[in-house]
């Protein structure tokens, strides 16, 4: 089975392949927008492994949540890939992918949703296997989800932006933390290659992102009063 995976839920855009087992990735330059470099280093990809988008059987790509234009990007491009070359496509949890990349145990991902706010879930992952404790929300950083008992790894950009809030907010629930950690679409295609073998893959229609926040832009007003700059 082969299959692409992009990701570009945060600051990091990543394209891998899996290739019968095996999973290669590239990342893509920081400090350049995700829409000038993402066909090309797919492409850089794919020739590096002589494969063609006919040759795969699945596109999975970063669903969320996360920066708004990075799930806009992954999911029109994976829908126009897959379309053109008739291939299913699959949203993959971002937040899951994180834990996932960050190894066994028990993870607490949680990245930078801006406005004053941060993306939180919690895990326990064996393996490949992804357990969700708490289902992925948006949150202030003083109002974030506590995770039962000790023991957490942290990872996320969350951790880098509102360290403080949210070792206030946490406490002794988190041990060690990772806040470089990002999703990867390695990650992605771990999770995703066991659902395309199941046949969940889904008509490149239907490729969505998957959005916690209902409002996606708030007034200059609505941030000052949640404690954030103009």
């Known amino acids: 089975m082969k299959l ?11 394209a891998a392949l899996f290739l019968d087992g ?6 893509g330059a920081r400090g350049i927008s995700h829409s000038e470099i993402a066909l090309p280093l797919v492409q850089a990809l794919l020739d590096e492994h002589r494969v063609t988008l006919a040759g795969l059987e699945g596109i999975a790509f970063g669903a969320g949540p996360g920066a708004f234009t990075g799930l806009r990007l992954a999911a029109s491009v994976a829908q126009g890939l897959a379309v053109g070359a008739g291939l299913p496509v699959l ?11 960050v190894g066994d145990g028990l993870v607490y991902a949680c990245t930078d949703a801006r406005m004053n706010e941060a993306y939180c879930a919690a895990y326990r992952v064996h393996g490949d ?21 000790q023991g957490w790894f942290g990872c996320g950009s969350g951790f880098a932006a509102y ?3 949210l ?24 999770l995703a290659a066991p659902r395309f073998a199941r046949g ?20 200059t007003q609505e941030r000052l009063a949640a404690g954030g700059n103009k």
Do not use: C, N, W
Not at 91 to 101: H, N, Q, T, Y
Not at 173 to 184: H, Q, T
Not at 200 to 219: F, H, M, N, Q, W
């Open 129 to 149: 296997s992804v357990e969700t404790v708490i289902a992925p929300i948006v949150a202030a950083p003083s109002l974030a989800p506590v995770p039962p008992g």
């Open 91 to 101: 949203g993959i949890g971002s937040l899951d992918a994180l834990a996932l990349g």
């Open 167 to 190: 070792a206030a907010r946490l406490g002794a629930s988190i041990g060690r933390i990772d806040a470089a950690a990002r999703p990867r679409a390695v990650a992605l295609l771990r």
């Open 163 to 165: 360290g403080d809030r």
């Open 22 to 27: 095996r999973i290669v990735e590239r990342e």
């Open 200 to 219: 969940e893959g889904v008509d490149a229609a239907l490729a969505a992102p998957l959005y916690v926040r209902d409002k996606i832009a708030l007034t």
């Open 4 to 14: 692409l995976a992009l990701e570009s839920s945060t600051d990091l855009f990543t």
